[in-house]
């Protein structure tokens, strides 16, 4: 079965900076769905960003980038000029892309603090 | 269009007590799940359904019932409720297809006392 680890449970970035969250992952896949969910106080799950495994490019949403690293199993989140809406849980998750609808396999998270 | 809407938001229940947490989706989206959220953990799935008619137990299904009886509606029915059972609860939604994102409604706060 695939796991998901988040190792980072809090981290804090001021205000205008960047933040790096990480992720790992274990499977014995070679193709496969990893995304970014943020979480917000408001508790409602916001997806962030997604790649392809199959993908050398890394994903990139506005402000959001990954850093996707397929041997070592790590895809970690970039944030760029952090903004105070981005304070928030963010959950990274993985999801097989065997046939039939596999679940999403989801991380504990990481809550992040963003500093005025 | 509302997206994923839950209700209700929140609701305390005495053990023994049932109750169904409701969940429609106005995206046409085949797939919808459950999830529950404990406290300082990721999501894990209950149930999911890949269409009407179609229901499949995910990975903590015990003690929970769903049904879909039609491509909108998705409840998730909990028989003798247990303090095990308190959790956020997250109802989503998906287009065919392992890349598509799954949208999530608002959750819903569930205690059991």
């Known amino acids: 079965a695939q796991t998901v680890t988040q190792s980072q449970p809090e981290m804090s970035v001021q205000e205008a900076e960047t933040v790096t969250l990480s992720c790992t992952y274990d499977t014995s896949e070679s193709d496969y769905y990893l995304f970014w969910y943020k979480q917000p106080p408001s508790r409602q799950m916001i997806l962030v960003i997604r790649?392809?495994?199959?993908?050398?490019q890394n994903a990139t949403e506005n402000r959001f980038s990954v850093n996707f690293q397929k041997a070592a199993k790590s895809f970690s989140l970039k944030i760029s000029d952090s903004q105070l809406g981005d304070a928030a849980m963010y959950f990274c998750?993985?999801?097989?892309?065997?046939?039939?609808?596999?679940?999403?396999?989801f991380g504990k998270g990481t809550r992040l603090s963003v500093i005025a | 269009n509302a997206g994923v809407t839950q209700t209700p938001k929140f609701r305390i229940l005495k053990i023994g007590q049932s109750m169904t947490l409701q969940c429609t989706q106005d995206m046409n989206h085949n797939y919808m799940y459950w999830y529950r959220q404990d406290p300082g953990m990721g999501l894990k799935l209950i149930y999911y359904s890949v269409g009407a008619g179609i229901t499949d137990k995910g990975e903590v299904p015990n003690g929970y019932n769903v049904s879909r009886s039609t491509t909108e509606d998705f409840p998730l029915r909990l028989e003798l409720a247990a303090p095990s059972q308190t959790s956020v609860y997250f109802c989503a939604s998906s287009y065919l297809g392992q890349n598509q994102p799954q949208h999530f409604g608002d959750g819903t706060r569930l205690s059991i006392l």
């Open positions: 998750a993985y999801r097989s892309l065997n046939s039939g609808n596999t679940p999403l396999v």
């Open positions: 790649q392809e495994a199959y993908k050398q």
